[in-house]
């Protein structure tokens, strides 16, 4: 039933005998409710929801008084119950979430309860991208290759999420194999505005992935969450989170010649990260924002966890409309999309002085140069002509103060190794599946390869008209190309070994949502690549090159502007539709390569497109890692070397031995914008999204289960988790007693440690105790696959908290890896084992344990195995400077207690250890962001006393951690209504 409060239900004249209802937010300004046209359009979109969600309960009066009179520089105490229009999942947070899911309809049965009543209410979409792992490359099959290994490796979970699909009626699935989440979601998924039950509203999301907000770059409000938030959105709770700040970015003038919007990006990274933006809103005005393209605009927005904001919005204008006009969206959705946001008072880009910022900020889009941002952080940037002094300079800097402690005379240092085309058996171990294809080049190299020429690749065979492909679309998308012309390459026939050295480039890769949704900078890469191999240059066959478009529109118009060949002639073959190497899906090295890199401790360098470059993410033993656009990506694939200074050294040398340099190859805008046209073509964009499996062999092939629960089969994929075992209608905390009392420390960690270091993730050591427990249950190391595709198997999880092989627990000084010290149940000496075996040592004994951490705690991917492993490990509290706005949120999603350091107390001024047993007091009356006081009990008999910030911030979260965590909350609301 639509209610009328404020007299705010209107009539929307979408087209001539085309109408329907909509909440007018000015009509709340007419009403005298609050002066909602100087409100940023962020906090419009999202009173719009609050407005039109009104129940009185859940949604009351107050909340939209309290939103619609939202100040710039007000407390931040009032808490947002935001109903959102729809979900997007990813796969590796998506099947954890529909393990969940599952897992509370067998609780509801187990109650005697209909499993029906588990049941998302708003739309969901999965979209299946993060399997794809980068196995073949630089060969004209690669796409094929990695699909058919990906499919062999993941049967199990696909069949889970297609018994997902007919077991919920709101549950659609994007197949793998189509694209990027991110960039399906701005060319398919969102709609602009929706309709239902004959109101007309905005499309607003949360998805489970950080760069959700990419679509806020299209004016839709969203963002990241955890898969636990997720999932309560999915079934009624509203999104609650405290009235954020709103800061303004005003962009001014136009970007300099030659700059990419990578560059445009890492520049606005820097800038907001140090103007401490994280946990709020980031909304673009002004006039440079108006004159930048709709990739453009994604691509900032897409980044807006590395510069710490919840989002980073570009209101809808003229460019929107024309991108979805371009995308094949229909007249009809578009007409009604223009004449709501119009309607609405929210149509436009502001300029300076019509909105009401918290504070404002502002950057030249003139200013901005040539840069790329590494080795570790993706908001360190460096200019292209610092990158070779910045790596030196952090060669010989410590390992304390972020450097490598080397020594100044070892970075030239040369190692020969093994090459990877000798036809040795113990260097070509096949990685893929038994039914693979033997005579293929993988990352091991080619079989049966006669030897390679001066380690360069050998030139390519033209491509056949008509290849095997894993799907019709994909077929046309990449057969059919022109050959590029023939080019010279030097011959030494005398080389049978890979000479490695400190800097050299080992992974090439255009990958991540960042980047490959932008035409400007896949277009750049294609026309470097043309130049470069038009003037004779070529890369080494040992590096790893990639190219993971998007979506396949991508390889659409890199077809049609006859620049796909040429990157296929320097290795960037497509390998991919999906998040491979920013995600850590990059593929092994060669055994030699890796055997070199470790026994000499070379710090080898990956460049890559992407937006994470967080330790140990892209690759366990590259240690330097560095974000740049596309162009500049296969720019040092030719170069090989991070030392090699690209704006005085030349980048190669090519035919007749003559030298070339980056500004030889690099191309004009104006080369570029004359292939833009060829990235929106409607048609294109209609017929790759209109049947998505339509001829799709593999995803056709994919057989399941049915029915309303799910039968938990033997798998060491899909496991029914422990989250509802002995579930009851009361929660244990009812009666208001929650006590933590002499814990342990399980590990106490420093400053930057992200959930890629909490969170399983990357490949899984046979030696770990997830490899123990697969070789324990008869599988082969072979075919481990990875954390990520393991994430709906709590047994594998748990046991892959805390193991990254670069994270540092300070209770061990100088060590690597997940370990720590088991103080024991009794006084016994600390003995050193696994983080994982010492908790379970701990939880047999009864004894509660805590973590402690640093600045950021949690920063990086919306990982909820982050929060959920340290669940299941029996943390009841984790302690640290300050968290990351998502995996806060999912801590206390799993009932484990965020607390936070006051003034300047940590671990180091606190003397803490590890040694010591700690109490948590005050818990039985907690209030959201109150004090409690922790008590530390050392060993030498004496204690100490400090408070500490609660960081449950909302009174429903109060609610959450009474509950022991969002899922049994909800589950109890669910069963008891």
């Known amino acids: 039933m639509n209610h009328n409060l404020f007299n705010s239900l209107h009539e929307l004249s979408i087209a001539p005998g085309n109408s329907a209802k909509y909440y007018s937010l000015p009509a709340l300004e007419k009403s005298g409710v609050g002066k909602i046209s100087c409100l940023p359009v962020s906090i419009r979109i999202i009173l719009e929801s609050v407005l039109r969600n009104y129940d009185d309960k859940k949604i009351t009066e107050a909340h939209i008084r309290q939103l619609a009179n939202w100040q710039p520089n007000a407390d931040r105490v009032d808490e947002i119950p935001f109903v959102v229009s729809r979900i997007v999942l990813q796969d590796f947070t998506g099947v954890p979430l529909l393990v969940d899911l599952a897992a509370m309809r067998s609780a509801a049965v187990k109650l005697g309860k209909d499993p029906k009543r588990i049941e998302p209410l708003v739309p969901v979409d999965l979209v299946v991208d993060h399997s794809i792992q980068i196995d073949y490359y630089g060969t004209e099959d690669a796409l094929e290759r990695n699909m058919e290994i990906e499919f062999s490796r993941n049967n199990e979970r696909y069949q889970f999420i297609k018994w997902g699909m007919q077991a919920f009626d709101t549950f659609k699935v994007i197949p793998p194999g189509i694209g990027i989440i991110h960039q399906v979601n701005l060319e398919y998924l969102a709609r602009g505005v929706h309709h239902k039950d004959g109101i007309v509203f905005p499309d607003t999301l949360v998805g489970t992935d950080s760069h959700t907000t990419m679509i806020n770059g299209i004016g839709v409000v969203g963002w990241g969450v955890g898969g636990i938030e997720a999932e309560a959105g999915m079934l009624g709770q509203p999104v609650y989170f405290l009235t954020p700040d709103v800061v303004g970015v005003n962009l001014t003038g136009h970007l300099r010649e030659g700059v990419t919007a990578t560059d445009l990006v890492l520049t606005i990274t820097e800038m907001l990260r140090k103007a401490n933006v994280v946990g709020k809103f980031v909304e673009f005005f002004g006039e440079g924002t108006a004159s930048l393209t709709l990739p453009d605009r994604a691509t900032i927005a897409n980044m807006a966890p590395e510069y710490g904001a919840t989002m980073g919005f570009f209101p809808v204008d003229d460019v929107t409309i024309e991108y979805f006009r371009g995308t094949g969206r229909s007249q009809e959705e578009i007409t009604a999309f223009q004449a709501y946001f119009k309607a609405q008072g929210m149509y436009g880009i502001p300029r300076q002085g019509d909105i009401n910022y918290t504070r404002e900020l502002a950057l030249d889009l003139g200013s901005v140069t040539t840069s790329l941002a590494g080795p570790k952080r993706p908001q360190d940037r460096i200019e292209l002509a610092a990158i070779q002094s910045k790596f030196t300079e952090l060669f010989n800097k410590p390992v304390t103060e972020s450097g490598y402690g080397k020594h100044d005379d070892d970075i030239n240092q040369r190692y020969l190794t093994r090459d990877i085309h000798t036809q040795d058996p113990d260097v070509c171990t096949h990685i893929g599946p038994d039914n693979i294809d033997e005579n293929r080049r993988s990352p091991s190299g080619p079989h049966n390869a006669a030897p390679a020429t001066n380690n360069n690749r050998p030139a390519k065979k033209t491509a056949p008209a008509e290849r095997r492909m894993v799907s019709r679309n994909i077929t ?502």
């Open 476 to 977: 046309e998308m990449t057969s059919n190309r022109p050959t590029p012309h023939a080019i010279d390459l030097p011959v030494d026939e005398s080389s049978s070994h890979i000479n490695l050295g400190h800097g050299d480039v080992l992974i090439a890769a255009i990958t991540s949502c960042t980047n490959t949704s932008n035409p400007s900078v896949l277009l750049a890469a294609g026309l470097l690549a043309k130049k470069a191999v038009e003037k004779g240059l070529s890369v080494k066959h040992y590096i790893k090159t990639s190219l993971a478009p998007g979506s396949r529109v991508v390889t659409d118009y890199l077809t049609v502007t006859g620049l796909l060949p040429y990157l296929d002639q320097l290795g960037f073959d497509v390998a991919g539709y999906g998040c491979t190497t920013c995600i850590g899906n990059a593929g092994p090295l060669a055994d030699p390569i890796e055997e070199a890199i470790v026994k000499n401790d070379l710090v080898c360098a990956a460049v890559l497109s992407g937006n994470r470059n967080f330790e140990a993410r892209i690759h366990p033993n590259i240690r330097a890692n560095f974000l740049a656009s596309p162009p500049l990506v296969v720019a040092y694939a030719i170069a090989g070397s991070i030392l090699k200074d690209l704006t005085s050294e030349p980048l190669g040398i090519g035919k007749n031995n003559q030298p070339v340099w980056l500004k030889d190859v690099w191309p004009s805008s104006a080369e570029i914008h004359a292939l833009l046209k060829f990235a929106t073509n409607a048609d294109t964009y209609r017929q790759l999204y209109s049947n998505l499996t339509k001829d799709y062999q593999l995803w056709n092939d994919v057989t399941s289960v049915t029915g309303q629960t799910y039968n938990w089969p033997q798998s060491t994929y899909i496991a029914e988790p422990p989250f509802f075992q002995d579930f009851s209608l009361q929660p244990a905390a009812s009666n208001g007693t929650i006590s933590i009392q002499n814990a342990y420390a399980l590990g106490i960690f420093g400053d930057s440690v992200t959930t890629d270091h909490i969170s399983p993730a990357g490949s899984i050591k046979d030696t770990s105790p997830a490899g123990r427990y697969l070789l324990d249950h008869d599988v082969a190391k072979t075919d481990f696959n990875s954390y990520g595709a393991r994430r709906g198997n709590h047994e594998v999880m748990m046991r892959g908290t805390f193991a990254n092989v670069r994270i540092k627990n300070l209770m061990i000084p100088g060590s690597e890896g997940g370990v720590t010290l088991y103080q024991g149940a009794t006084d016994a000496e600390p003995v050193q084992m696994s983080i994982y075996d010492a908790a379970m040592q701990y939880q047999s004994h009864g004894i509660p344990t805590v973590v402690f951490g640093g600045k950021e705690y949690g920063t990086g991917s919306s990982r909820d195995w982050a929060a959920k492993g340290t669940q299941l490990l029996g943390v009841k509290a984790v302690i640290a400077v300050s968290f990351e706005r998502i995996h806060r949120s999912n801590l206390l999603g799993m009932g484990v207690l965020p607390l936070q350091f006051k003034d300047n107390d940590n671990v180091n001024s606190l003397g803490i250890q590890g040694n010591e047993r700690f109490d948590i007091m005050d818990l039985d009356n907690i209030q959201p962001q109150k004090d409690v006081t922790l008590v530390i009990r050392r060993k030498d008999g004496t204690s100490k006393s400090v408070q500490l910030l609660c960081r449950i911030d909302t009174a429903i979260e109060v609610d959450y951690y009474r509950s022991g965590g969002i899922l049994p909350y909800v589950l109890r609301e669910l069963m008891n209504h």
